[in-house]
């Protein structure tokens, strides 16, 4: 079975300071890695996806992830982070050619101080 | 403008009333699904559908159902809702698989 592992609930960064949120997933294969964004009150957005290829993915609102298949982690970065950025994260996991669920992590919340 | 909608947004009931949230999308998408999310949780996937044809169980389908008799629309359905069916209420769709998936505003349940 897979899972989802972000090990930070809160995480509180400075404005214009670097951002790392990680995220360790379990599965048997190589599966498909997401990170989705949820901002206070609003459902979720997709912020970048890795499938194959290139282990460096490149998303919106200036996110990029690393994939690590050594390490199984899928670890979301921003070099300099805004006050918008404050939000709930979420990283998941989908299953390649099999089932049909997803796997979502419990969540990091990003705290911004300005 | 492609979304998912869901209605209500809010939704206050009692114990045992029957009630069905709404959900359509309008990106001609083939898989939708229903999640939930709970503090501490993260997002739990109760029913999917690959498509018209295709419905199945998500993680946590226990006091739920759902219906998709045509592509746009996949209703969640409480028939006896209980105090723990509280919680914020997500549908989503994506085109093929629960990839990159669009998410709904979300409803949020309270049931006393």
């Known amino acids: 079975a897979q899972s989802v592992t972000q090990p930070d609930i809160h995480i509180t960064v400075s404005e214009g300071a670097s951002l790392e949120l990680r995220c360790n997933y379990s599965?048997?294969?190589?599966?498909?890695l997401f990170w989705y964004v949820q901002s206070p009150g609003q459902g979720l957005q997709l912020l970048l996806k890795y499938f194959s290829g290139d282990t460096l993915v490149q998303g919106i609102k200036g996110f990029e992830a690393e994939f690590k298949r050594s390490q199984s982690s899928f670890n979301l970065r921003k070099p300099s982070v805004h006050w918008s950025d404050a939000a709930e994260y979420f990283c998941a996991v989908g299953a390649r050619g099999g089932s049909y669920i997803p796997t979502f992590g419990r969540g990091t919340s990003l705290i911004v101080h300005p | 403008e492609a979304q998912v909608t869901q209605n209500p947004r809010y939704l206050i009931t009692v114990t045992g009333k029957k009630l069905t949230v709404t959900c359509s999308q309008n990106m001609n998408h083939e898989y939708m699904s229903w999640y939930r999310q709970d503090p501490g949780l993260g997002l739990r996937q109760i029913y999917y559908?690959?498509?018209?044809?295709?419905?199945d169980k998500g993680d946590v389908p226990e006091g739920y159902k759902v219906s998709r008799k045509e592509k746009r629309n996949f209703p969640l359905i409480l028939e006896s809702p209980s105090p723990n069916q509280t919680s914020l209420y997500f549908c989503?769709?994506?085109?093929?698989?629960?990839?990159?998936?669009?998410f709904g505003p979300g409803t949020r349940l309270t049931v006393t």
């Open positions: 559908s690959m498509n018209v044809e295709v419905t």
């Open positions: 599965y048997g294969a190589t599966p498909y």
């Open positions: 989503a769709s994506s085109l093929r698989g629960p990839y990159e998936q669009y």
